[in-house]
C-alpha cells in the first residue's frame, strides 16, 4: 500500500509554498488512494482552478459518494 500520510504530507508543503502543480498532482495522488478531508478538498479544488484545471476542481468542489 502506498503511503498515503507522506503524500498529503508533500501536498500540504507544496501548497503552503504555493508550488500549485505540484500540490495538486499529490492531492489528486492522494484522492485516488482514500477520500480526502474537507480541507484538503479545498485545496485541491483550488490550486485545480489555479492551474485552470476546471474539470479537476469540480470534481473535488462535489461531494465524495
Do not use: K, N
Not at 502543480?21 to 489555479?50: G, K, N, P
Amino acid at each position: 500500500m502506498q503511503d498515503v500520510s507522506a503524500e498529503l504530507d508533500w501536498a500540504r508543503e507544496c501548497y503552503r509554498r504555493r508550488a500549485w502543480t505540484d500540490a495538486c498532482d499529490a492531492f489528486e495522488a492522494a484522492d485516488r488512494i482514500v477520500a480526502l478531508d474537507v480541507a484538503d478538498l479545498a485545496r485541491l479544488a483550488e490550486t485545480a482552478h489555479l492551474l485552470g484545471r476546471g474539470e479537476s476542481a469540480a470534481r473535488a468542489s462535489q461531494p465524495h459518494a
